[in-house]
């Protein structure tokens, strides 16, 4: 697989195995990282486990938290590669704590939603130089409901849960909406849910819940099958703008197919996003 492919989440869990795999294949693996001593143990790891390995991986700094972060390693990206082949947003948080990112921003709708958008937004122009180019966003089987448009932050009455869940309905609702806006220029847009994963993002939670990540969340290994699927998966044999889990698409609540909502919540992102997009633009047009 000799293809160019940038991705978050790719220094821990089932992101690091994915990104590993497809390394090894052949491509090149641009893994954002927000932690040098991380990135640095992806590396260390990539090397000591996969000698083989036909790809190789590349760090650059990124922190999700942070839009002038994303739009500082946009840019180095861009003055490297003349395309990238896939993005993939795959990095995702659950706060268990109302924290507010230095945008001023509830940090878990910043990096779980905003931040792939934006991501998409900047690097956009690269995807779109790629013969077969694909949009793959990880999502949650936790998105149930509807988006809350008076309240997207939870400021005033902090819910990890419902923040957690209304950040990942809303990757679903923008990945089919933007899956029929992105439709002419052959771009294919995916979200995919691993599964109930035993990773780092029930660190912050309490002894029940890590437990039960523990003893019933699938292995890393288990967790990046479906991503695996889509990355490595022809677009012909894929549908643009589904959901899938399993390795296959499936149907969920008739809430993520609105497309009207999904057009309001693009429109409220790009108010957020306002000092870092451009007129002309692959996502918003």
Wanted: overall charge neutral; charged content about 25%.
């Amino acid at each position: 697989m000799q293809k160019i492919i940038f991705m978050t989440g790719a220094t821990s869990g089932l992101g690091k195995v994915a990104a590993c795999n497809i390394a090894a294949k052949g491509a090149t693996l641009i893994a954002a990282s927000r932690n040098p001593e991380k990135g640095e143990a992806l590396l260390t790891y990539y090397k000591e486990q996969y000698p083989q390995g036909r790809g190789r991986i590349e760090l650059v700094d990124c922190k999700l938290n942070s839009f002038e972060s994303i739009a500082m390693a946009c840019k180095e990206i861009s003055e490297s590669y003349k395309h990238l082949d896939m993005i993939i947003n795959n990095a995702g948080i659950m706060n268990f704590e109302y924290k507010e990112t230095q945008d001023g921003i509830e940090e878990t709708w910043q990096v779980n939603l905003l931040a792939p958008i934006l991501i998409t937004h900047l690097l956009g122009d690269l995807l779109k130089a790629s013969p077969e180019p694909k949009l793959i966003y990880t999502t949650s089987g936790l998105h149930q409901g509807t988006i809350n448009f008076d309240n997207l932050e939870f400021k005033d009455s902090f819910s990890s849960y419902k923040t957690y869940r209304q950040s990942k309905l809303g990757i679903i609702l923008l990945t089919r909406y933007l899956a029929k806006q992105l439709a002419e220029k052959q771009i294919g847009v995916y979200c995919q849910h691993p599964g109930m994963v035993n990773t780092g993002l029930s660190r912050s939670a309490g002894w029940m819940s890590k437990l039960i990540f523990k003893w019933m969340g699938k292995t890393p290994e288990q967790g990046a099958e479906t991503l695996e699927y889509l990355i490595e998966t022809d677009s012909e044999e894929l549908i643009s703008g589904e959901y899938y889990t399993n390795c296959q698409v499936a149907k969920i609540t008739k809430e993520s197919y609105d497309m009207d909502m999904a057009k309001k919540l693009l429109d409220m992102v790009k108010g957020y996003l306002r000092d870092y997009i451009t007129e002309k633009s692959l996502v918003f047009p």
